[in-house]
């Protein structure tokens, strides 16, 4: 094996640091490393088990593994964290690698870190670039958009429209399957991963450096990429069909070529489950305790995307890799599937869990409702945002289009879906709930938002509707309150609502828009009837 010179995605000028030892690349930017290995082996998948093993300027180390990316040539791509000099080496077993470890200096960036979950932690982080507290954790909310098929099919011309609207729009993660799946399948003209007889057996290099391109493009404007590594609802589903050694063999190849980019990695795209030894052996084979996904030393946050109103956290509590619970209150509007959002499993059950809890799929806008196959609205898709992040702890919700996920170019059917039909991506770009969703998220920047608690006890009374539930969250010191009124109207506060001092005003949740809201002595919140408001109060 012999050492090819290491190929940067991001260089900085020498003059940046000094003295500098080796090329330069700015924190957070992907460094890659190139091998070649002369024979390639008959079976490159698993002929080549070798990691790149970084060494900070603290002396701590990050083991990376390399991937096959065609012919002779294996690649590893790592994100340093920290500013200084690094070295990094080649091993592997009965590998014969030619040269002295080298090196490489890493200079400051604007770039955040990548996201990470600190233990007993409700929520996210990304380390500050620059300024005070830099390379100090500092709360990241997870606003995530659905393009399922975006980096399966988009065309390159149309993802970076498609990033800059939802980056403007303020979306801080995008969602995407990594794999052929149910929803790109037969209409994907060649897949990701090759099979032979089932066995995965070879991989598609061209269309994976254009994933790759389009995975880069997600972490250049500062957003995070969320990839799905195996869909498992269906029974031909990776998650499902593909063996065990198989799914981790294809899950580390996908968090090799894109986890320097700092990935939310959702291991498991809507299942249910119901194997827990499968997934727990997969999901130890795919994150190794103490193994970096490159993006600096340490990995993203991990968890499995749970199918429509599924609870299965029980038995992965325990599991190192399970970082936060990623669950799918899904797309139906009847009265059980709203008080399945609002009363029960992440609203009963949040005191309980010391980790973030995220909705990764609610309404989805344009969405035909189970049941009544009336499409969701943005009032739906708002109301079921909202409510996620005021019944727990917030920590993110994601938002998802009918047309964006699916991604088609025309109006058309949807691969896989039975009848379900879908218009152009286009249609979602600047959709009013996408607008919304950033209304959301301004709304909580501006707060201590990692402090607010669900606080029923602050409505005295609720209405028999479930659609027209009333959330209500405060922080400890009971300096802020939030509270979410699906229909407006009358909102009357208990004692506990009224025990601290500081105006009241009312939020369109549609344009952000405040207007002082008058309380009389009794407690009574009016706001006007017809859609949706939030009410706030801040006390100094």
Known sequence: ?????????????????????????????????????????????????????????????????LFWDGGEVWKARFAPDAVGVWRYEVRGEGLNVEGDPQT??????????PPRVADGARH???????????????PWFYLADTAWNGVLKAKPEDWDRFLDVRKAQGFTAIQFVGTQWRGANDGLPVKPFTLTDGKVTGVNHDLLRAMDAKVAAIAARGMAPAPVLLWALGPDDPGNAWSEEDAVLAARYLKARWGAHGCVWLLGGDGKYPDADRWRTIGRGVFPEGESDGSGVGRGPVTLHMAGRNWVFEPYADEPWFDFVGYQSGHGASDDDLKWLTHRRAAAEWRELELP?????????????????????????????????????????????????????QAGPVEGHGGLRAGPWSDALNAEGAEDMGVLRRFLDVGPWTELRPAPDLVVQ????????????????????????????????SKAGLAHDGAWLRIDPRTGERTPLPIDESGVLQTPPGHDWVIERRSE
């Open 357 to 409: 809890l995220i909705n990764l799929e609610p309404n989805y806008e344009a969405h035909p409702a189970y049941g009544t196959g009336v499409p969701h609205d943005a009032g739906a898709v708002r109301r079921a945002a909202w409510w996620s992040v005021l019944v727990a702890p917030p920590a993110g919700v994601s938002y998802g289009h009918n047309a964006g996920w699916v991604w088609n170019e």
């Open 462 to 493: 609720q209405s028999d509707d479930p659609a027209a539930f009333v959330a209500a969250a405060r922080t400890p010191d009971g300096k802020w309150t939030a509270i979410y009124t699906p229909g407006g109207g009358t909102v009357i506060l």
């Open 1 to 65: 094996m012999s050492t090819l010179p290491p190929l940067l995605f991001v260089a900085a000028s020498l003059a940046a640091a000094s003295p500098a030892i080796g090329p330069v690349v700015e924190r957070g930017a992907v460094f890659e490393v190139a091998q070649t290995v002369t024979p390639a082996p008959a079976d490159p998948l698993r002929g080549v088990p070798a990691k790149v093993v970084f060494t900070g300027p603290g002396g701590q180390t990050a083991r990376v593994d």
């Open 104 to 113: 490489f200096t890493c200079v400051p960036s604007d770039r955040p870190g």
């Open 124 to 138: 996210f982080t990304r380390a500050r670039p620059r300024g005070e507290g830099a390379g100090q954790p500092a």
